[in-house]
């Protein structure tokens, strides 16, 4: 009994350590990522250093291979479509990302590739490059 009490206080003080480092560090850097789901749509949505936005951008281009949105700008504002199934509303600057899909109109398909991208774009932060 005493070793279990033990063993939960550890962990709970671990956790507890754990999460003020992961704010701390996060208010340090402005990092920010926000993911929103309804029933009719998927938003992805981040602030991080501006250092690493050349990165980001590089992926997204890699992604949309056919449009590059970035190609010899640091900033991008506007629809991108994948032939007539997908179609992505996309807002970025240097440090600032809003991507976001509208279910109702797009595929499953566009969907899981709209999750993907986000997730990916969230690794890519948290690596810092």
Known sequence: MKNSILLLATIALLSIGIY???RMVSKQHGTSIRVSETKGSYRYNASFSPSI???IHDYLDSEF???TPFKGSDSFK???S???TASYSLTAEPGYINFALE???NTPAAYAKAKQIGDRISLIIASGR
Do not use: P, Q
């Open 53 to 55: 936005s050349n990165a």
């Open 82 to 84: 994948l032939g007539d």
């Open 65 to 67: 291979a056919d449009i």
């Open 103 to 105: 279910k109702i109109s």
């Open 78 to 80: 506007g629809k991108l």
């Open 20 to 22: 003020a480092f992961t």
